[in-house]
């Protein structure tokens, strides 16, 4: 892969350095590049969007796209569909990707610090695992049978502990 696109939103940028004293911007090219190695797409140039909102913008959101009213702390805006994802995913070197933009991912900061207190994971971890579950989300994944929430979970995990935020407390 050589080139990663990242639209990430300052707000969570400056928030993760001020809160945590980090920059997150080579954690998500990890994040990216992890995933979509196991998914095994070979990629040229990959583009991704990632912004924060606060918890009345995601409730909106929320209700308007996926008709759940309530706020969320992640939501994920896929250019694919699981299917397309797939059909992309191959074990033949000879194919490549050459442009690919995954899709949109909104995080609530607000939500964010609740699950970090709620969960004892912290703001780093949380941000990043909310990343990582949305970028898993643009990929085809999900968590709605058990199955797939395995699946998903672990792929979640195996980069969490790339970057050095892995599993806190069974979350």
């Given at each position: 892969m050589s080139k990663i696109n990242i639209d990430l939103d300052d707000n969570l940028v400056e928030y993760i350095k001020e809160k945590c004293d980090r920059n997150i911007e080579s954690d998500v090219e990890t994040i990216i590049k992890t995933a979509l190695?196991?998914?095994n797409i070979d990629v040229e140039n990959?583009?991704?969007s990632i912004s924060a909102v606060d918890k009345e913008t995601i409730h909106k959101i929320n209700k308007?796209?996926?008709n759940v009213d309530r706020?969320?702390?992640v939501l994920s805006f896929p250019i694919f569909e699981r299917e397309e994802i797939n059909s992309m995913a191959t074990l033949d070197?000879?194919?490549k990707v050459k442009e690919m933009e995954l899709g949109d991912i909104i995080i609530c900061i607000d939500?964010?610090?609740e699950h970090a207190v709620e969960y004892q994971t912290g703001i780093l971890r949380e941000m990043l695992y909310m990343i990582t579950h949305g970028v898993?989300?643009?990929?085809g994944y999900d968590h709605e049978i058990e199955e797939e929430k395995r699946e998903m979970r672990a792929l979640e995990e195996k980069i969490l502990n790339k970057i050095g935020v892995g599993e806190v407390n069974g979350k």
């Open positions: 190695e196991e998914k990959v583009s991704i308007e796209y996926r706020p969320t702390d070197n000879n194919k939500v964010l610090q898993c989300h643009l990929l």
